[in-house]
Structure formats: C-alpha cells, structure tokens
C-alpha cells in the first residue's frame, strides 16, 4: 500500500511511525506532505527514505490512502488550493476533528472517505480510535484502514457518524482532562511541602496503580471509590468537597462542551 499524508504534524507523524514500525508499508511508499517548507530538513531525519514535498510541489499523487491531517480549522484552504486530482480508486481518511464525511466528500469531489477520531497516545501506540466510513467503502478497504489504525493502539468501528463527535470530546480530547487533574493534584503536593519531584511521582504511580486497578478488578468505580473512602476518613474529606463544587458535573459539562464546538467545526 502507498500512503500519503497530508499535513505532518504530530498526529500525522506518529501515525507515520506506526505504519513503519510495524511495517505496514515500506518507507518508500510513503508520502508526507506538509505546508511549512522549514520543516522538512527535520521530518527527513526521521524518514530519510520517504517522499517529503510541500503542498505546492505536489502537481499529481501516488497512493492507495490520503490521510488527512491538517487542522480542520484549516481544511477549506487546503482542499481549495491541492493542485493534484483525486483519482476514482483512492481512498481518503480523515482524521479530523467536527468536520463529517459529506463535507470532505463535497469539498475533495471524492465519495470514497472514511473519518475517524484518534487521540495522542498514539504516539506511544496506546491510543484509541472511533471510525466510520462512507457508503461504497468496501469490506477489504475498512479492514485495510482498521489494520492500519490498529497499529497506533485500538480502533472501535461506529455505524453512527453522529457518535463521533462524542467521541471527539470524550477520548480525543480526554487525555488533556487526566492532564488537567494530575497537575492540580501535583500542585496541591507542593503547596503541602512536598517537593515537585516526589510529588510527581506519587500522583504519576497513584494514577498508574489506578488504572490498572480499575482493568484488573470486577468491582465497578463506585466500589473501588468505597474500598479507599471509609467513614469520617481523608479520603471522605476530599469528596465532600468535590462533591460539594459539583466537581462532576463541572468535568461532564466541560465535555459536553467540547462536544459542541466540534459540531461547529463543520459549519
């Protein structure tokens, strides 16, 4: 399979990586097209056999699959201004946030598009992906693409489009949530004296240990919340102030939140 990819930023070069690592294609099969023509001396020394170009360089395209990943912010200009034509048999994938699949269709002249929404642990082949494709995608096409976006960590096929949205705000933009949480937990170790260092590492292996507590027990969240806050505990103490700020329903509306503006994405 040839690939080529549109805008190399960080998703789109560790989904790069991905594929090489697990030699999914071989490097000279791949296509990284980007607009800022400074950087390219730098991608080369991370794929010193593949094809870099800029977008106004490239006048016709070589490939099975265009991924698509520039920021939807930025994809009216770029699919204004490609100066190559889509052929009938290539596929397109989009990992794009809001933007849907009738947009790329109508903007690219293209029926063959799949969307999907990954998140950054990718970059560590951890992450997880919802997708879903457009009528006259067929079955070997949509196993092709999961092969490829199994590499990056886990895929989930959704029959909805209107999910990924959801999905967008939930698990794309979910790593910056535990983020969020992690240095305000950190900056509370330190406003209590304890050094950055340590505090780091004891928030860093608490969240370690709690994930892996939550995948390894069969007991539920409000369970495991229970086995740690016992009555008139410290524990206890914490949660009564989050409860008390609604600190749940803060997270869930932040969520909902970024649900919304990725359907305005696609006004």
Request: glycine share 6%; net charge neutral.
């Amino acid at each position: 399979m040839k690939i080529a990819i549109l805008g190399a930023g960080n998703m789109g070069l560790s989904f790069s990586k991905s594929f090489l690592k697990y030699e999914l294609i071989k490097p000279e099969n791949l296509h990284l097209i980007l607009r800022n023509p400074s950087k390219i001396s730098k991608i080369a020394e991370d794929f010193p056999k593949s094809k870099i170009s800029t977008f106004e360089e490239v006048k016709a395209l070589n490939a099975d699959l265009i991924i698509i990943a520039v920021k939807p912010q930025d994809f009216q200009q770029v699919a204004q201004n490609i100066r190559f034509t889509i052929q009938e048999n290539q596929m397109v994938l989009s990992i794009m946030a809001g933007i849907n699949i009738e947009k790329i269709q109508h903007s690219l002249n293209h029926p063959l598009v799949v969307r999907a929404m990954p998140n950054s642990p990718t970059l560590l082949g951890m992450g997880i992906t919802g997708y879903t494709a457009a009528n006259g995608i067929s079955f070997s096409q949509l196993i092709s693409i999961e092969r490829l976006l199994n590499s990056t960590g886990r895929s989930v096929y959704l029959e909805n489009e209107e999910l990924l949205d959801g999905v967008t705000a939930l698990s794309g933009s979910g790593p910056a949530y535990f983020y969020y949480i992690i240095d305000a937990m950190i900056k509370a170790g330190i406003e209590m004296g304890i050094e950055e260092n340590l505090s780091q590492l004891f928030v860093k292996q608490t969240m370690l240990g709690a994930y892996h507590l939550i995948n390894n027990s069969e007991k539920n969240l409000e369970e495991l919340i229970r086995d740690v806050a016992s009555k008139g505990g410290t524990t206890e103490a914490a949660l009564k102030t989050f409860e008390e700020n609604n600190f749940k329903d803060i997270i869930k509306q932040g969520i909902l939140n970024a649900e919304k503006r990725a359907k305005e994405l696609n006004k």
